[in-house]
């Protein structure tokens, strides 16, 4: 049999009390801050659970902030991208109306000033920074002004081939910039395949087309050389005049239309006026047993003299700069002679070639340039949504159950006051009180 001192029984009361107590302070604490985790110790493995879920919380905001941080570099791109645009645009349009034969060399020396504003503007835009002085098309080198005009038209690229990459998710890295070589200098001239051109020494009124591609497979064949002149020669000893052309193969001096070296004319092919010149095969008249077709063709308007010549060639990388430059060039050096007019249009034709593959190049930039800022839209989206499952998963391991935490209060509430009334009870049996 166990003997109950009074101590004991003093201890064990005050104990209870104090459990009591301590129990309804911590619920009474957790209503407070309305978390059911007061302490790792309250529930160790939630507790590891709740942490693992808040760093991936916070690594997946830290995704979304990037993806801000991209929106807002790339809608600076955008924004220049559609200034420079804008600015091809309108030097498209100035180069139609330099074709008005209306205009006289003071008009046309007033387009050349406005095209070279437009040359300066773009060059401006090819320089722009992201507002932080980090400039947007040097690629690596943000720090680095990218474009500086070495001569009058001659501008050079002190930049990179880099794209600065930014994650946006676990698993991708957008590229929030482009490399201005990509932007304003990587640009095929011509039709974007080959190029033609007028010799400076031409002397009749022949204006070339900038030709079209009938079958890339055969331009691009190996056996193609890529580069041809196309020379007339008039006969004034019939009337009316007849005027035929020759095709030459220039890695060999050849007539592509004999196979034999070329002459001095007349040629087999009879040309006229805006009609097709095809690069291919055609017996008659042509007398050449190797048969050839490189794929393509172009037209001549206007009437060639004896000894013109026209040059098919490769196309090759021009930047935005140069085609503007030579086309500011032709503007203001243009005569109104016959032969002026003839040389003012051939060059007008090239740029407004040379215009198109620049404008499409900086469209197709812009247009990825979208891309990516819908791919950042749509991974931030992503990230919003796993947000709120994170926040959902970490409320279900940490926050508290307010009815039952009321309801445990309430219970506590009450087993403390019993707990205090019956010690009260206890603590006054004592033999002292029936003497």
Known sequence: MTRVSTSMIFDQGVTNMRNAQTALL??????????????????????????????????????????????????LEDNALASATTLLQNAKTLAVNAGDGALSEQDLD???????????????????????GQYLFAGYQSSTRPFAETAPGAVAYSGDQGQRLIQISASRQVPTSDAGSDVFQLIKNGNGTFVTAASASNTGSGIVSPGSVVDQTAWNAAGNPKDFTIKFYVDNSVSPPVTTYDIVDNSTGNSLETGAPSGAGPYLRTYTDGATIS????????????????????????????????????????????????????????????????????????????????????????????????????????????????????????????AKAISDLTLQQTTLQAAQQSFVRIEGLSLFNFL
């Open 26 to 75: 911590k619920t009474q604490e957790q209503i407070s801050s309305g978390r059911r985790l007061l302490t790792p110790a309250d529930d160790p493995i939630a507790a590891a659970r709740s942490l693992d879920v808040q760093q991936s919380q916070a690594i997946n905001q830290q995704y979304s902030r990037n993806g801000d941080s991209a929106k807002a570099t790339l809608g």
């Open 110 to 132: 007033t387009i050349g000033q406005q095209l070279r504003s437009q040359y300066q503007q773009l060059l401006g835009l090819a320089n722009s920074t992201d507002g932080n």
């Open 279 to 402: 690069l291919k095969t055609q017996s008659p008249p042509d007398t050449n047993a190797t048969p050839f077709d490189y794929g393509i063709q172009l037209s001549v308007q206007g009437q060639p003299a004896t000894g013109d010549s026209f040059t098919v060639q490769a196309s090759t990388n021009q930047d935005i700069f140069t085609t503007l430059n030579n086309l500011i060039t032709a503007v203001q050096t243009a005569v109104r002679t016959p032969l002026g007019n003839t040389q003012l249009a051939n060059a007008l034709n090239t740029a407004q070639s040379n215009l198109d593959g620049a404008l499409n190049n900086v469209l197709a930039v812009r247009a990825a340039v979208g891309t990516r800022l819908q791919e950042v839209d749509t991974a931030q989206s992503t990230s919003s949504d796993l947000n709120l499952q994170y926040q959902k998963t970490v409320s279900t391991l940490t926050d508290l159950d307010y």
